[in-house]
């Protein structure tokens, strides 16, 4: 898809570019654009003789070098480890027909985002049924447990 730029958002302009440069520190997971999108875990910057990052495998491994510009360098973003309704209500839009749920996304780094769990019809009366199912199954074994 290209982008078309907006003349009143100048930062969208294709001169002055969008991203931000990536300047990541000693023991940041990056991935390598330049071989294929690896990732690695930056082990030394630099800086102190080096000319460039070198970068390992998290698991070990063969080193490789980076542009010490960061070009070729992009974040890993922290992987979501679990998702959690908030205490809020729900919302249904008839005319797209969906329905929404506030949800908290938690990060294996610690960190929370909101979002929304968009959910079709047929969705909202699957999940109805598994989520009664769920709470049955609680009843059994609170009885269970006496």
Request: charged share 30%; net charge negative.
């Given at each position: 898809m290209t982008r078309r730029p907006a003349p009143h958002l100048p930062s969208q302009c294709a001169e002055l570019g969008t991203a931000a440069p990536f300047y990541p520190n000693l023991g940041d997971l990056a991935r390598d654009t330049v071989r294929e999108g690896r990732i690695g875990v930056v082990v030394a910057l630099?800086?102190?003789?080096?000319?460039t990052y070198h970068l390992c495998p998290p698991g070990g491994?063969?080193?490789?070098?980076a542009p010490a510009d960061g070009?070729?360098?992009?974040?890993?973003?922290a992987q979501v480890t679990l998702v959690t309704p908030q205490k809020r209500d729900v919302v249904?839009?008839?005319?797209?027909?969906?329905g929404a749920l506030p949800v908290q996304v938690h990060y294996?780094?610690?960190?929370?985002?909101?979002?929304?769990l968009v959910?079709?019809?047929d969705q909202l009366e699957l999940y109805a049924y598994q989520i009664g199912r769920i709470i049955e199954l609680r009843q059994h074994a609170r009885e269970g447990a006496r």
């Open positions: 630099p800086g102190e003789g080096r000319r491994g063969d080193e490789w070098s070009t070729t360098l992009r974040p890993v973003p249904y839009d008839r005319r797209a027909q969906h294996e780094d610690g960190g929370t985002s909101e979002s929304l959910l079709t019809p």
